[in-house]
RNA sequence: UCCUCAAUAGCUCAGCUGGUUAGAGCGAGUGACUGUUAAUCACUAGGUCCCUGGUUCGAGUCCAGGUUGGGGAGCCA
């Protein structure tokens, strides 16, 4: 018997086993929340139903151990998941050692140490769960829309976009390094398929320390013969609403644990504006206005904002330390004072680094130097101004991958897009349609100073019956850090590899 | 690689311009309380103030170098 299967339960007798995500007790009687995986259960053990050894036993129970309950379902809409469970016997299972993450606020670098204690954690749970519904609504979009799955190998001797930021490792005596995409292969696999998508993982040497960066994430590429770039975007926008959607049905209860507002999620019906690297440009700089908003004024505003609100917190935080002095105060009281202080000092801290950004940021959009790429600060500054994704398409060529294909229209042109999430978020999908001139590939693989001998299976798709084609590749942590809205990737996986960590 | 912020009890943090014996809350332990949802009460046990060197009569506090971590740039999904 599981917690989420409870409903319709009531008035019977049931067995639920899981952990102790919490316990109080009062003489008589023990409160246990229980947690099972797919829900949280309060049971009440009275002495006086159970008898002295088992309460004994419930009574000495510590968070996290975990044990097996038999009780009656009572339905009370005061608690979470509305039942509750009158124990009438209850067995332990093994008791656990002092569970070193409490109910309180933690530092990153303590819970990371802790992450396969920290994934039980009730937030953790609820976006494991949500990185679980898309992945499955990323396989049914595709495999419904007729997709072949494929699996790109790992081990490549030759890099896709450069070999700086390549894990090396050793092959037979020979250098092989980790997979960084497997768009190439997926390439090779549609000219087999048709319609094809990779699901796999992607390695990443950077020695990024941001949020939005690691070192072991997992991708999706979708790549399609005879598309071009727009019936790309196309499919894009239609496959980013359909995981929206499909979270927003079934992660209900998810998404509030989190805190998610979905109000913003919601917006995802909207279709997606669709803007060249020119336009896009110009609304960085400032020099265009997106529904009345200016990138430039709107980022110096927030500026304004998390200054103001620096001095409210400092403000509550002194109020809240003097009251605490007072005398006589009872002692919950205190501790209830302490640990908003705390939460006020993290916010406080998070705020001063926001400011300490937004100027830097200001700086590089004012400056932006037509022909760069954007860096992760531009697209924050224009995502801000837009509540749905949208997708800037026509890069100049120099700054993308040797694979996109030459505009026909402006050879200045490469026809890849970025599809950057809102709320500033940035980044999710980069894809774009792919070249079809052997020649132009060829130049394209010199310019980059790439090995022409490890491509020279990629070029034989030019040769044995070339078709327009193109593909999109999307990091699913990231996606799942945008809809979760979660302050940084770690979070969005369960053991996440980035610079500096290797462990657990 | 660069910029920037930080490191004090198991955890989250105080510790002012250097000055006796290092502070709080949470958590833990013991006891009291029959309905709690991080707010009951009392008591108890917890410290190599990241490391090395320097300045000083005196360093948790100042300086230099290092280590580790946070955020950002570059690079990217």
């Known amino acids: 018997m599981y917690i989420r299967d409870l409903n319709g339960c009531e008035g019977k007798e049931v067995m639920l086993q899981g952990w102790a995500a919490n316990k ?3 003489k008589g009687l023990v409160f246990l929340y229980l947690r099972d995986g797919t829900g949280m259960c309060q049971c009440v053990v009275a002495l006086d139903v159970v008898g002295e050894e088992k309460f004994n036993a419930a009574k000495k129970l510590t968070l996290e151990s975990s044990f097996s309950i038999t009780g009656n379902v009572v339905k009370d809409e005061k608690q979470i998941g509305g039942f509750e469970i009158q124990a009438t016997d209850i067995n332990v299972i093994s008791y656990a050692e002092e569970f070193p993450i409490a109910k309180k606020e933690h530092g990153v670098d303590f819970l990371m140490d802790h992450r396969h204690l920290w994934l039980r954690s009730q937030r953790q749970w609820a976006i494991m769960k949500i990185r679980n519904r898309i992945i499955f ?3 049914q979009f595709f495999q419904e829309d007729g997709f072949v799955e494929m699996d790109a190998p790992i081990f490549t001797g030759n890099a896709c976009e450069g070999t700086s930021n390549l894990f090396e490792t050793d092959y037979y005596g020979d250098p092989a390094y980790l997979s960084q995409s497997g768009q190439l292969y997926g390439e090779a696999m549609a000219m087999a398929m048709g319609k094809i998508y990779t699901f796999g993982p992607t390695f990443r040497a950077e020695k990024s320390k941001t949020r939005r960066h690691l070192s072991e994430f997992w991708m999706i590429e979708p790549e399609m013969a005879f598309f071009d ?15 929206v959607s499909d979270v927003l049905r079934d992660c209900k209860n998810e998404l509030e644990i989190i805190g998610r507002d979905i109000s913003v999620l919601e917006q995802i019906v909207k279709p997606f504006p669709r803007l060249t690297y020119d336009e896009a440009v110009r609304i960085i700089k400032g020099e265009q206005d997106v529904n009345g908003q200016n990138s430039i004024t709107s980022l110096e505003d927030e500026l304004k ?22 005398p006589n105060m009872k002692k919950g009281e205190i501790g209830f004072n302490q640990a908003k202080i705390d939460k006020l000092k993290q916010e406080q801290n998070d705020l001063e680094e926001q400011s300490r950004n937004i100027p830097q940021w200001l700086n590089s959009a004012r400056n932006f130097e037509y022909g760069n790429d954007f860096g992760g600060s531009d697209e924050t500054v224009i995502t ?4 749905v994704p949208i997708m800037v398409y026509n890069w100049p060529h120099e700054v993308k991958a040797f694979y996109l294909k030459r505009d026909p229209e402006n050879s200045r042109f490469a026809r890849g897009v970025d599809v950057l999430a809102p709320e500033g978020y940035g980044e999710i999908v980069g894809g774009g349609e792919r070249e079809t001139d052997e020649n132009l590939l060829r130049e394209k693989i010199t310019e980059h100073q790439l090995p022409m001998a490890a491509f020279e299976w990629y070029l034989d798709l030019r040769k044995f019956g070339s078709v327009p084609h193109a593909g999109f590749g999307l990091g699913l942590e990231r996606i799942v850090t945008w809809i979760c809205k979660l302050p940084h990737v770690r979070e969005s996986i369960p053991f996440p590899r980035m610079y500096g960590r290797l462990l657990p």
Do not use: G, P
């Open 384 to 387: 801000r101004l837009f509540d």
């Open 24 to 26: 109080r007790d009062s």
């Open 137 to 139: 609504s990323i396989h």
């Open 305 to 326: 904002t998390i200054l103001a609100r620096i001095e409210e917190v400092k403000n509550e935080i002194a109020e809240r330390e003097e009251k605490i002095k007072t």
């Open 229 to 243: 770039i727009f019936q790309n975007m196309d499919l894009i926008e239609n496959f980013l609403r359909r995981v």
